[in-house]
């Protein structure tokens, strides 16, 4: 089966602003977990729903996973669905192919970032 090369990351803007200076260690989740969660684009809107509802200044980042190399693991989550899991340290601003502000299109479905 062949994965998506490119997955996302749900940022706050806070968050955003860390990975802007160069890396993000990741959510107090991700830390508590060992690994910075990601989502495919077929994930995202159902991550956002899931656990960023009512949240505000949320942006959404494109990371590159070919650059990541073995540090991505594709694991077993919610619905038995496989999720990509960042291991092995920060993330480095180099891997982020495009961001900008968590968007819906009419259909209320997450708008990915545009590169460029």
Known sequence: MSRDPIAYKVLTGEQLATLESGSFAGAPVDVADGY??????????????????????????????????????WEESRG?????????????????????ALERDEAGKVKLPVAG
């Open 36 to 73: 910075i969660h990601l989502s495919t684009a077929e994930q995202l809107t159902e991550t956002v729903d899931k656990h960023f509802a009512d949240q505000s200044d949320l942006y959404v980042a494109a990371i590159d996973l070919e650059a990541l190399g073995d540090d991505v693991k």
């Open 80 to 100: 038995g669905q496989l999720f990509p899991h960042i291991y092995g340290g920060p993330m480095l601003l180099e891997v982020v192919l495009s961001y900008g």
